[in-house]
Each structure stands twice: as C-alpha cells, then as structure tokens.
C-alpha cells in the first residue's frame, strides 16, 4: 500500500497528514482544532498531540470520507443522481479506471484511529478507546463495502509488513463486528474520572455522550448483520440501536467556504455546478425522484420531502431536476449522516420482515416509527420549512392489511405476497431518506441476492451493458506497491463476496 510503503511506524503521522487534515476542515464545530498547545508544540508530530486533539482531526478526516467522491459515486450507480458533464458523466456510465480510486485518506484515517487506541491504553482510560474503534470500523466498513478483499489484519504494522495481506471480505467483516464488540465494552467500563476528551469540544460528533457513541455501535453492528444476511443478529443489534433522532450521528457544517461547507454543497454549487443533477441529459428523473413521485397514496404524501430534496426551476440545467443547495438538504450548513434513527428502524423492519410470520406486524411497527418521525418534517438533523409542509407532508401509520394482496401498497398485479409487498415498502423508504449516502449501493446490491428476491428496480445507466457495477476496482497506487493484490484483478463487473 502506498501509505504502508513509507519507512516510518504508525505513530509518526507524517506533515502532510497534518496538512491534510487542515484543508478538510468542515465542521465549524471545528475551526480552531488545532489552536492548542499541546499540538503547537510540536506541529510535525501529531503523534505528540494528546489524544481529545487527535480524535477531532480524525473525525475530521472520517467527515470527508461519508462526504467523498466514493460516496457519490456510490450513490450515482444506485440510481439517485447522475453525471450530466466532465468527470461525472463518465462516471455515471461507469466508464472507471484504476486511476480514478484511491485510498490513502481511508487508511491514514484509520492509522489515527489506532494511534488514539494506543494513546488510551497508555492512561488506562477505556472511552476514548471505544470511540476510536467505532471510527475505525466506520472507516473499514466502507472500504471493504466498495471495494471487497483488503488489508486489514497486517495494514498497520509498516515495518512487520511493508506489503500488508488483503484479507477476504468475510474476514474483514468478521474482525469488524469483534471491534465493535469492544468498542461497546470499553464505552461501558467505568473510569476514575472523565477524561479531557469527555469534557471537551473535540468529539462534534457526539459531545462525549457514551451512550450515543454506543447506540451508534449497535446501528453500525445491525448494518453489517444486515449486508450478512444474519437476520436475528440484526434484530438484536437495532434493537439496542439508535433510538431517537436525537441520536442520529450527523457531521455539522457552517456557512464557511473551505472552513465548514457541507461537501456536497461545496461540489454542486461551487466547483461543479452543473456536473451532476437528478434527472438524465434528456431531462428524465433518475429513479429517486421518480420514485418519490409515484409513492403518493391515501396516507402517503411526500410533496415536502421532495421539495426538500429536489429544485425543479431550472437552477443549473432548464427543466432538470437539480440538488437543492437553495433551502433544502443540500444547503452549505446541512449536516451530513453517518450513522442516523431511520436507518436503524429500517434495519429492524427488514430483518424482521425476512422472517416472516409473527415478526411481519413488528416490522410494521418499526416502519411507522420512522412515518411518524418524517410527519414531523425531520431529515438528517434539519426541518423541512413551512413553505415545503404546506405543499403536502403525510406519514399515516400502516396496518397490516395495507400489505395484503389488494391492499394499500400492494395492488394484485404485483403478485406480491404480504411479506414481499412489505420488504418493497422498507427498501423503498430507505432508499428516500438515506440520500447521499453509500449504504443506498448496498442495498441495491444486496436485495437483489437476499431472500426473498425483492428489488426496487432500478435501471442502469442508459445505453450502457453489463448492469450496475458490483464494485469498485483496486487503486492503481496499490497495483503499482502491493504484490499481495488479487491476481487477476477484479472488474466493476465482479460481485463482491457477500453480495454473491
């Protein structure tokens, strides 16, 4: 790996981490990270910086990753958004080399997080520990779910192994769950007194609140059972999961251009407007508006969220369906989710709507959870304006009968069971509310080999062969410095592992 490749051990974070750190400072929670003594001591050492200091700069760097051009990609080839010129065109048709990847902020990230592990073992203080292991395994889940095999057991012992083992995906999901087995276990061992980085600022995420940081575990845990198809397992995990919206894990942003933008903002309506839209060079929608828009039934009415989502005025392309940088979801200050409420309770209706049986009407349960939550116009840590709920916001709770065969959401010509009429539902308000976010490619690719078959649907690009790509392709950069990369090298076209 070309982060492992340097002749230095882990502690000795290098300048240009530093720096790279400063220029992704997007949180304006955050703006004066660095303005401490301890670090200013020795600004080319971060290593020396104490570990509250040093787990806001990785946070930082996890902030640009759940905001990266992987994400939107990501994104792009489940159907929410597309490419309209540049780069991005190419992109939506899945036209990818393995120069267009790369994975040193993944790893330089994750190395921090160890670094923060190893500075609390020193003090024998357990909760910041945890903390760093729930990044670490927020920053590996995402790798491994783009890209499958990778190092992982031998990646952050530089000098034992230069050319670290690509370890399989199972692997590396197994070692994820054991991670945030510990992590759930240091957060609930008790200290002497709260540290420095509980009683600080530095953790924007959460504030220090353990039992937040916990619940997030639990949510992470229920996702990775969830892509396993380990459907108790998952229940179990939601169940201790995100219980609120009060809980959602969420990056915050300010009104700073290159202090505090929500990224997303920064590349639609900044450095690439026009690029990317959502709606297709001819003008037709890409699947999530289109999908929002034939969802409206007698207790559906989604006319707010989609203005949330969506400007239809012609703001970069006339007649296009663009990102809403103006009020609505995309605007510069809009927090950014990692880790959120919805997500968890749809992760419970869908392990438990796979069980079948007696677990049908508390998959039911869980759905109208997050109804009644959407009802309330909350979206990822904002509220839709008035402007938007007086268009129509409606969130009805369902019954079981709605899913039914001639029920409510699932009309005969279906031929739909209740069960699979109930999965669709829960796949398809996922896809809604978790917008710009990599987890919707994870579905797309995961409902189309789980049990039972249901998918939502969605159509590749136009004109190009093959589907929707399975994966992303290795880094040209670990190519060129790994010997251990799998031989032959897999295509877009390769099924990952677990989503075989």
């Known amino acids: 790996m070309r982060l492992l490749k340097q002749k230095r051990i882990m502690k000795k974070i290098t300048t240009k981490f530093l720096v790279s750190l400063l220029m992704i400072v997007v949180l304006s929670s955050c703006k004066d990270v660095f303005d401490n003594e301890d670090i200013q001591k020795n600004p080319n050492a971060p290593s020396d910086a104490p570990y509250d200091v040093l787990t806001s700069g990785t946070l930082l760097g996890l902030a640009e990753l759940y905001e990266s051009t992987d994400v939107r990609i990501a994104y792009m080839w489940a159907g929410q958004l597309t490419g309209l010129s540049r780069q991005h065109l190419t992109l939506a048709q899945y036209q990818v080399s393995s120069g267009t990847f790369d994975w040193g902020n993944y790893y330089n990230v994750a190395a921090n ?43 952050f012992d530089v000098e034992k192994y230069p050319t670290p083992v690509f370890d399989k995906q199972a692997d590396v999901y197994a070692k994820l769950l054991t991670v945030l087995d510990d992590a759930i276990a240091n957060m609930q061992k008790p200290v002497g007194s709260l540290s420095d980085l509980f009683e600080s600022s530095y953790d924007f995420v959460y504030h220090g609140d353990l039992d937040k940081w916990t619940a997030a575990a639990y949510t992470l845990k229920a996702r990775l059972y969830l892509h396993l198809q380990k459907y108790p397992e998952a229940i179990a995990a939601a169940t201790l999961g995100i219980g609120s919206t009060g809980g959602d894990a969420l990056i915050p942003h300010g009104t700073s251009y290159t202090v505090d933008f929500n990224l997303n903002y920064s590349f639609f309506d900044f450095n690439r407007p026009g690029d990317t839209g959502f709606s297709f060079i001819d003008l037709t929608p890409t699947f ?213």
Do not use: C
């Open 113 to 155: 997080a160890r670094l923060i592990q190893e500075k609390a073992d020193a003090v024998n203080n357990p909760w910041p520990k945890g903390v760093a292991q729930v990044i670490e395994a927020l920053v590996l889940a995402e790798l491994t779910d783009l890209y499958g095999d990778i190092p992982y057991s031998q990646a």
């Open 288 to 500: 999530l508006p289109t999908l929002m828009e034939n969802r409206k039934n007698s207790k559906t009415d989604e006319t707010a969220l989609f203005n949330h989502y969506f400007l239809t005025d012609g703001y970069y392309v006339e007649g296009g369906v663009d990102p809403n940088v103006a009020d609505g979801v995309f605007t510069s200050d809009a927090p950014h989710p990692i880790l959120t409420f919805y997500e968890n309770q749809l992760i419970l209706a869908e392990a438990l709507s796979r069980q079948g049986g007696a677990s049908l009407p508390l998959a039911v349960d869980a759905v109208n959870s997050v109804r009644a939550e959407l009802a309330t116009g909350y979206i990822n840590g904002k509220i839709i304006i008035e402007d938007y709920q007086d268009l129509g916001i409606q969130y009805d709770p369902y019954v079981d009968a709605d899913f039914l065969p001639g029920g409510l959401l699932n009309p005969v010509s279906s031929g739909r069971t209740n069960q699979t009429a109930l999965i669709y539902e829960i796949l398809a308000q996922k896809y809604i509310v978790m917008l710009a976010q990599y987890e919707v490619y994870s579905d797309v690719r995961r409902s189309a080999v789980a049990s039972p078959v249901v998918t939502l649907g969605i159509s590749p690009y136009p004109g190009t062969s093959g589907g929707i790509p399975d994966r992303y392709i290795y880094p040209q950069s670990e190519i060129n410095t790994n010997p251990n990369v799998p031989n032959p090298l897999p295509t877009i076209h390769q099924k990952l592992p677990i989503y075989q």
